[in-house]
């Protein structure tokens, strides 16, 4: 069974940094497109980063392109989330989450993924 468990949340200021870090464990980490999600307060989940097998392809929400990047060590089993210039609209649970296969061209909807994380919560304030 795969399982997801992140870590790294907390509160930060804003125009901050945190890096969040997911281990999975299991065999065949290396099999998984990887991605990460968020859900604020009243609002659905939705998608933040996503990366591909060998970390090759990776793919940003439009909201955190540019501060946001999302990295791979297969070695490790770990997916890491680096978020850098932290909004307050950027506060949320952040959830890592595990597709076996290569990447869907449904990467970003969250019912393409297999296995979810408990989440880590993210506060940013102002």
């Known amino acids: 069974q795969v399982q997801l468990v992140e870590s790294g949340g907390g509160l930060v200021q804003a125009g901050g940094s945190r890096r969040l870090s997911c281990v999975v464990s299991g065999r065949t980490f290396s099999t998984y497109t990887m991605g990460w999600f968020r859900q604020a307060p009243g609002k659905d989940r939705e998608f933040v980063a996503a990366i591909s097998w060998s970390g090759g392809s990776t793919y940003y929400a439009d909201s955190v392109k540019g501060r946001f990047t999302i990295s791979r060590d297969n070695a490790k089993n770990t997916v890491d989330l680096q978020m850098d210039s932290l909004k307050p609209e950027d506060t949320a649970v952040y959830y890592c989450?595990?597709?076996?296969?290569?990447?869907?061209?449904?990467?970003?909807?969250?019912?393409?993924?297999?296995?979810w994380g408990q989440g880590t919560q993210v506060t940013v304030s102002s």
């Open positions: 989450a595990a597709q076996a296969g290569p990447i869907p061209f449904t990467f970003s909807r969250a019912r393409a993924y297999d296995y």
